[in-house]
């Protein structure tokens, strides 16, 4: 059974920055791909990003492209999501998840069997 436990969420103006960060335990981190999801108010959870087990492969949604980076130390257990150049439209609930998954990425929720209990991010104008 994983954990994932995420931090460093909170209110940022437009253009600034913050990094999340996503703990696990409970299972064994480097055999596991891992995404970003993000749930706005009354809309479903959208796929932000996800990242190989061994940190080789990213996808990202067109959305963050460019903006948003991804990464993960497998020594720490932790996986990273950069997010730079921050819009009023980032704003939502950040949930980090996990997939064992020794190779690939996964990018659709159902994808995934453990979720985090979210950061709440939010971007103002």
């Known amino acids: 059974q994983v954990q994932l436990v995420e931090s460093w969420g909170g209110l940022v103006q437009a253009g600034g920055s913050l990094r999340l960060s996503c703990a696990a335990s409970g299972g064994s981190f480097s055999n596991y791909a891992m995404g970003w999801f993000r749930q706005a108010p009354g809309k479903e959870r959208d796929f932000v990003v996800a990242i190989s087990s061994s940190g080789i492969t990213t996808r990202y949604a067109a959305s963050v492209k460019g903006r948003f980076t991804i990464s993960r130390d497998n020594a720490k257990n932790t996986v990273y999501l950069q997010m730079n150049s921050l819009k009023p439209e980032d704003t939502a609930e950040y949930y980090c998840?996990?997939?064992?998954?020794?190779?690939?990425?996964?990018?659709?929720?159902?994808?995934?069997?453990?979720w985090g209990q979210g950061t709440q991010v939010t971007v103002s104008s």
């Open positions: 998840a996990a997939v064992g998954r020794p190779f690939g990425i996964a990018t659709l929720a159902s994808d995934y069997g453990y």
